[in-house]
């Protein structure tokens, strides 16, 4: 499986993204090492590792510590050895998708009325999907972007990078 993983790390007020290698890690607990050497002065850092156009994982450190992980699918965990180190231990599922916890406008409500549902029912969100919530993208909105039809990793990490205010940080590292 290939893979690609960014770390996306907050300091004085802002963003820096810079890619993270992760061969031959042996647990979880040294891919956090690499994401905290990665800015060990950060307030915030994020680790966004995409897998195979399939699968996305987000781990956080706050001041270094208490690691969150969010997994787009819980298959990842069972499809490879990095997915089994970063999802391995999770036991939380998501639950369903609530229609109070995404707001649709008018408009929205009207197209999923005549269109149906873009959500893909085949992907089974692990871990905690409030991991960004404190930095502009809500579980709900985390959750919709996971279901929708097409979205590749790295557009949701291009997304959620724009929503949290390091959309630029991570373009120039892609073109990089």
């Known amino acids: ?3 690609f993983a960014a770390a996306v790390t907050r300091g004085a007020g802002s963003w820096a993204a810079a890619e993270l290698d992760l061969s031959g890690v042996a647990d979880i607990e040294e891919i956090t090492d ?17 897998s195979d156009d399939a699968y996305l994982v987000i781990l956080r450190l706050d001041e270094g510590e208490d ?8 298959v990842f965990a069972e499809e490879s050895r990095l997915g089994a180190i ?3 231990d999770i036991e939380e599922r998501v639950p369903e998708l609530d ?4 707001e649709p406008s008018d408009e929205e409500d009207e197209e999923e009325e ?3 549902p873009s959500a893909e029912p085949d992907i089974e969100p692990v871990g905690d999907p409030d991991l960004l919530s404190d930095l502009g993208l809500s579980s709900g909105q985390l959750l919709e972007l996971c279901a929708q039809e097409g979205m590749l990793p790295a ?11 390091a959309g630029d940080e991570i373009e120039e590292l892609r073109e990089a």
């Open 1 to 3: 499986m290939s893979h």
């Open 155 to 165: 557009d949701l990490t291009a997304e959620i990078c724009q929503a949290i205010g």
């Open 34 to 50: 690499r994401l905290r050497d990665a800015d060990p002065e950060a307030s915030v850092s994020l680790l966004f590792v995409e």
């Open 86 to 88: 970063l999802l391995g």
């Open 99 to 102: 229609d109070a916890e995404i």
């Open 67 to 74: 690691l969150r992980i969010f997994g787009s699918d819980a």
């Open 114 to 116: 005549e269109e149906g």
